[in-house]
């Protein structure tokens, strides 16, 4: 199965406009792309979720293209509190049905 | 509302211990999951849940075993530890996850086997 893959870092300034992406070239074609935000020591939390073209909400983002094999997580205006890794799933057909895969994660840092 | 729950937080098993982690949700919902994070990597799916006394394989079943007897509840068992099982382990769930995933993650269970 080929692999949901993440830049492994990033890094950013306050108040700029970070874009993460994630490229999944085997989504399933009925699937949804998820993204969430995971601080230390704690479960990852939802943050946006699409199927086509772009979703936005109050806290980011999301484009994606026609073919769905790749997605872009974009953050506005980033802030210290947005330093965290953030992950993409997406659901990979297999012979059974489709198999939840989180990405490789990103390590998002915010500096002043 | 609680949300997720998970219980233990923190646990040091031996080699060939047994231990099980209970995952409760108050949200109603149908689907349960749980997931194991190692240090540098993501989330792997090791059993799930489609409702009340179902479950399934994920990606990393082997060793681990579930059970689904109360809607509420999502218990993951470790018959016998190995090393390798060293982990922090999510237990999540969501209302509806045919093809939309909004799940909802506990706190995590740091679990050591020496």
């Known amino acids: 199965l080929a692999k949901t893959t993440q830049p492994i870092s990033m890094d950013s300034y306050e108040g700029q406009e970070v874009n993460i992406t994630c490229s999944h070239n085997n989504i399933a074609t009925n699937d949804y792309i998820t993204w969430y935000q995971q601080f230390p020591s704690q479960g990852p939390r939802f943050i946006i979720q699409?199927?086509?073209t772009k979703v936005t909400n109050e806290v980011a983002s999301l484009f994606i293209p026609a073919d769905r094999k790749s997605s872009t997580l974009s953050l506005p205006r980033v802030s210290l509190s947005d330093t965290a890794v953030y992950y993409c799933l997406v659901g990979v057909p297999t012979g059974g049905g489709n198999k939840l895969t989180f990405g490789t994660g990103t390590q998002l840092k915010v500096e002043l | 509302n609680a949300g997720v729950t998970q219980t233990p937080k923190f646990r040091v098993l031996k080699t060939g211990q047994s231990m099980t982690l209970l995952c409760a949700q108050d949200?109603?919902?149908?689907?349960m999951y749980w997931y194991r994070q190692d240090p540098g990597m993501g989330l792997r799916l090791i059993h799930y849940?489609?409702?009340?006394?179902?479950?399934a394989k994920g990606e990393v079943p082997d060793g681990y075993n579930v059970s689904r007897l109360k809607k509420q509840n999502f218990l993951l068992g470790l018959e016998s530890a190995a090393p390798s099982q060293t982990s922090v382990y999510f237990c999540?769930?969501?209302?509806?996850?045919?093809?939309?995933?909004?799940?909802?993650f506990g706190p995590g269970t740091r679990l050591t086997v020496l």
């Open positions: 949200m109603n919902h149908e689907y």
């Open positions: 999540a769930s969501s209302l509806l996850a045919v093809n939309i995933h909004e799940q909802f």
């Open positions: 849940s489609v409702g009340e006394g179902t479950t």
């Open positions: 699409g199927y086509k």
